[in-house]
C-alpha cells in the first residue's frame, strides 16, 4: 500500500481481555517503531523494531505488553489481560533506513478503550 | 536515555502573525530533528527536520533553528492560517539508539 496501515481502527474490549493490534509497513521499510498516545498527550515510544536486529523494548510499560515482527515486515503489538489504563490510541510508525535518518511515516491509529 | 521537552503546552495566534514553538533535548549525541503536525483523528505526519550539521533550514512559511550548544531547536511558522492549527511534536533521534523520543506536543490554535 502507499502508507503505513493498522488494524483495527477503533477496538472496544472488556478488561481483562487480550487484544492484538496490527501494523502493516510501507514495503521496504526496516525500521518499525510503536507509540501509545492517551488522550490529549504526546507520544510514548513503546518498542523499536530494525531489520533482523532484537527489537529495543524499553518502552513497553509492563511485561503483558508484548510486539513480534514477522519476516520483516507486518508487526503485531498484543496486551494481554488489559486494564483501563491501557486506553489510548496506538500509533506504528515506520521508515526506511537508519544512517540516513529518513522520515517515519506514522499509521492512523488503532483507538483501544478498555471497558 | 534521551529526554526532550517543549513548550509552550498550548498556544494561540491570529491569523497572520508568527508561532515559535520550543523544544530542548538532554543527549548530546541526538543528531536529528524532525517535526510533526497532528491533525485531529489522523497520524502525525512530518513537516520539516534538521540534522545535527546544520543550523537552519526554510521550507516556504516554516523554519526550523537548532543550537546544538544550549541543546535547544525551535519551530517557526510565518503568516499563520486558520489550517495550521493542529498539534505539533519536536523529536529527537540519536545514530546509536535509533530510537525516536517525541516532547509533549504543543496545541497550536489560529484565530481568525
Known amino acids: 500500500g502507499a502508507g503505513v496501515s493498522q488494524s483495527p481502527s477503533n477496538k472496544v474490549t472488556e478488561k481483562g481481555k487480550d487484544v492484538e493490534l496490527r501494523c502493516d509497513p510501507i514495503?521496504?521499510?526496516?525500521?518499525l517503531y510503536w507509540y501509545r498516545q492517551s488522550l490529549g498527550q504526546g507520544l510514548e515510544f513503546l518498542i523499536y523494531?530494525?531489520?533482523?536486529?532484537?527489537?529495543?523494548k524499553s518502552g513497553l510499560p509492563s511485561d503483558r505488553f508484548s510486539a513480534e515482527r514477522t519476516g520483516g515486515s507486518v508487526s503485531t503489538l498484543t496486551i494481554q489481560r488489559t486494564q483501563q489504563e491501557d486506553s489510548a490510541v496506538y500509533l506504528c510508525?515506520?521508515?526506511?533506513?537508519?544512517?540516513?535518518?529518513?522520515?517515519?511515516?506514522f499509521g492512523q491509529g488503532t483507538r483501544l478503550t478498555v471497558v | 536515555g534521551e529526554n526532550v521537552e517543549q513548550h509552550p503546552s498550548t498556544l494561540s495566534v491570529q491569523e497572520g502573525d508568527s508561532a515559535v514553538i520550543k523544544c530542548t533535548y538532554s543527549?548530546?549525541?541526538?543528531?536529528?530533528f524532525p517535526w510533526y503536525k497532528q491533525e485531529l483523528g489522523k497520524g502525525p505526519q512530518l513537516i520539516i527536520d534538521?540534522?545535527?550539521?546544520?543550523g537552519e533550514k526554510k521550507d516556504q512559511r516554516i523554519a526550523v533553528t537548532l543550537n546544538k550548544t544550549a541543546k535547544h531547536f525551535s519551530l517557526h511558522i510565518t503568516e499563520t492560517q486558520p489550517e495550521d492549527s493542529a498539534v505539533y511534536f519536536c523529536?529527537?533521534?540519536?545514530?546509536?539508539?535509533?530510537?525516536?523520543?517525541f516532547g509533549t506536543g504543543t496545541r497550536l490554535q489560529v484565530f481568525p
Open positions: 510508525a515506520s521508515s526506511f533506513d537508519r544512517v540516513e535518518n529518513t522520515e517515519a511515516f
Open positions: 514495503s521496504g521499510h526496516t525500521a
Open positions: 523494531f530494525q531489520g533482523n536486529s532484537a527489537p529495543d
Open positions: 543527549d548530546s549525541a541526538s543528531n536529528y
Open positions: 534538521i540534522r545535527s550539521n546544520v
Open positions: 523529536a529527537a533521534k540519536t545514530y546509536n539508539t535509533d530510537k525516536l523520543i
